[in-house]
């Protein structure tokens, strides 16, 4: 049996320690979840004493994010972008030994179905941009290579879109690809340079930033997901260091190793050479 | 100028400050708010460490609560009125001398258009249910009487249903009506003995509900607004003493001094006697 709670005296000292006592014992998931969520919001209410005014002007925030989001809209992910939840999570989600390259939050622009090129192939299937090329190496943590590690790229053109938030504008399959790993972990693909973006600013999300002057910036990038049997999968995202909103990525995905050099060559054309350090499987598990 | 953040070593120890700083300077109530609202969220992910999946399902609530929002279904008013935000809000905005009666969230279902009855008539406009008469005086803290005050009254009918619930069951304005206090502050009119009810258990906040044992009931009671010249208007619920679920309202909206005892009279008809007692203007504001 649970306890009754009496709500007679429900009040800012006794709010938390009443509602918990209505949910289910503490040692289910979800009660203990529901539990933090109400002593953190009874805390904010303490805090902040909104009026009965701007109470309903969150209500209608919250309101307007959940009417925003579509199957092609997830202003509820933005919200969480911005507020550093999903980095957070992706983070205390990927926790890896000093040395192995960093996890991203993998973004809603991943697709699994795009085609296994050769080494060297281009990635860009209608030719504007400046011509950048990749290469690299993936490694494990002393240095050994991860021959046939799987690498799929994908990215955003020069003016910072990809190609399935323009189907009719870019081919299919534009800036994204797979390539697998020689004997010596090595690959190497042809691309263009990637622009920045921003985040939406036209739903009630980027409305909150700008009001907020928060930056909606995301500095210019490339997607990878690189896979290999026995290592945790690697799902991060490589900078451009001299992009000027580097240090103002609006989501917070930047980590100081995944900034990559961005060099012109002798021939005038871009390069990036950036190598991954895979950490295997057994490593999350102690760590975790 | 703002401080240029360093995201780079974005993390759980310095996520809150990171975003702070970005926002505009502290004097802003906004930012002051969001600030808050961010240090919050934070705590909680570190201290829940929810997974990838926990943060989608997490998601996919909220969106959830969003989607089944609509101008007669206001379920992020539900989700905060069963966290017990709505009763703190409005609790801190009415704080009052000791002997004034309290207010309690107004709820969706007033009616500011309900006709000016008679002394003694009744709002009951189908007969049906268990006869009620409700009687009693409005005061000021002194026991004054004040004489003209107006007190509006509306209620569920014996099947805890508003007549605005369902327009095609009930005639309109069943179970509501004004009241204008007579010169010792006096009022008495005809109804029939409320019900209790549910909130909806078939949305988002429902459904989460039911998974936590929560309860889902709202004990039976009358809404009252009163108005009066020089006071501050008392948005207060009365409570039935012998409802089994009086300590367990959902909306944790009871309060000791809203409870009544409903009794049965002589004729066998229930009578519930209620003054209420009103607080100046004035006091509201040396009290804030």
């Known amino acids: 049996m649970r306890p009754v709670s009496d709500n007679l005296d429900f009040n800012e000292r006794n709010a938390s320690a009443v509602i ?15 539990s933090g969520i109400v002593s953190h919001i009874h805390a904010l209410v303490s805090e902040l004493r909104p009026s009965r005014e701007e109470l309903r ?45 960093s996890n991203t939050p993998r973004g809603p ?5 795009a085609p296994i090129l050769p080494r060297g192939a281009s ?8 011509p ?15 021959a046939g590690a799987l690498l799929e790229v994908w990215q955003p053109n020069a003016d910072g879109i990809f190609e399935n938030q323009q189907p009719d504008l870019q081919p299919e399959f534009n800036l994204r690809g797979k390539f697998v790993c020689d004997d010596d972990g090595g690959f190497i693909f042809r691309t263009v340079k990637p622009g920045g973006y921003n985040i939406p600013c036209d739903g009630p999300v980027g409305r909150l930033l700008q009001r907020l002057d928060y930056p909606l910036t995301r500095p210019a990038h ?5 896979s290999a049997q026995g290592y945790q999968t690697l799902v991060t995202q490589i900078f451009d260091a001299d992009d ?19 060099r012109k060559s002798g021939a005038g054309e871009w390069e990036l050479a950036y190598s991954f350090v895979m950490a295997t499987d057994k490593t ?5």
Do not use: C, K
């Open 57 to 101: 002007e969150i209500v209608a925030f919250l309101t307007d994010v959940g009417h925003a989001t579509e199957d092609h809209r997830q202003e509820w992910v933005l919200l969480f972008d911005v507020l550093g939840v999903s980095t957070l999570v992706e983070t205390m989600n990927s926790v890896r030994p000093a040395g192995a390259t």
């Open 109 to 113: 622009f991943y697709r699994a179905d």
């Open 20 to 34: 918990s006592g209505r949910l289910r014992p503490e040692n289910d998931r979800l009660g203990v979840a529901v």
């Open 244 to 262: 000027p909103s580097l240090t103002q990525d609006a989501i917070l995905g930047v980590r100081r190793d995944l900034v990559g050099e961005f």
């Open 123 to 130: 990635i860009s299937l209608d030719a504007r941009g400046e």
């Open 222 to 226: 490339l997607h990878f997901r690189i």
């Open 132 to 146: 950048l090329t990749v290469h690299g190496r993936v490694t494990d943590l002393d240095g050994n290579p991860l």
């Open 284 to 288: 999350q598990e102690q760590a975790s």
